[in-house]
């Protein structure tokens, strides 16, 4: 079956960096878009970055030229660089795939961005 565990969340300052990982199982992953999202109580889920099977990228606005998505598909794992942190960060992130009309969803990893 589809598993996707994240990893690597935690406490970071204000213009700190953290590096989340996700691993993924039960797919072929290097066939696969891969996507990460976060949410914050209360507020709709938000698609942060996505990496085709290409490695084409794309990244919402909040994000872009702060964050890097990155895969190894020998280790079938997508990365999720993130620098230069802010406190509207703060936010569970979710590792994501959607294989065929199923989503899937990792047990997510807790960022929170505070001084």
């Known amino acids: 079956q589809v598993q996707l565990v994240e990893s690597g969340g935690g406490l970071a300052q204000p213009g700190g960096s953290l590096r989340l990982s996700c691993a993924a199982s039960?797919?072929?992953?290097?066939?696969?878009?891969m996507i990460w999202v976060r949410q914050v109580p209360g507020k709709e889920l938000e698609r942060v970055a996505s990496?085709?099977?290409?490695?084409?990228?794309i990244y919402t606005d909040s994000t872009k030229g702060r964050f890097a998505i990155s895969r190894d598909n020998a280790q079938n794992t997508v990365y999720l660089q993130m620098n230069s942190l802010k406190p509207e960060d703060t936010a569970t992130y979710y590792c994501?795939?959607?294989?065929?009309?199923?989503?899937?969803w990792g047990q997510g990893t807790q960022v929170l961005v505070s001084s």
């Open positions: 039960g797919f072929t992953f290097s066939r696969t878009a």
């Open positions: 990496i085709t099977k290409g490695r084409t990228t």
């Open positions: 994501h795939v959607l294989i065929s009309t199923t989503h899937y």
